[in-house]
């Protein structure tokens, strides 16, 4: 399972450029990096941190586990 810590924008170019399913998820292009934010009380959470290949193995783990959550709930 990801860690979450909470965001700091470590570049002012930071830029949303994907949601996923029901917003749970946002890929989040910073810098020259990406990181994977989630919606946390007032804030984000972020998770993933790196390299595009590293962060979006992260993204699709997520994104399986939130289908998945669907499919248990709908059964
Ligand atoms: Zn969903």
Same mark, same amino acid.
């Given at each position: 399972m990801p860690v979450w810590?909470?965001?700091v924008p470590r570049?002012?170019?930071?830029r949303v450029t994907e949601q996923s399913c029901c917003a749970?998820?946002? /890929?989040c292009s910073e810098g020259g990096q990406y990181v994977i934010l989630r919606p946390a009380g007032d804030g984000y959470?972020?998770?993933g941190r790196?390299?595009?290949?590293?962060?979006?193995?992260? /993204?699709?783990e997520l994104l399986e586990q939130h289908?998945?959550?669907?499919?248990r709930r709908t059964k």
């Open positions: 810590e909470p965001h570049s002012p170019r930071s749970a998820y946002e /890929w959470e972020e998770t790196g390299i595009y290949a590293r962060a979006r193995q992260v /993204w699709n289908a998945e959550s669907h499919k």
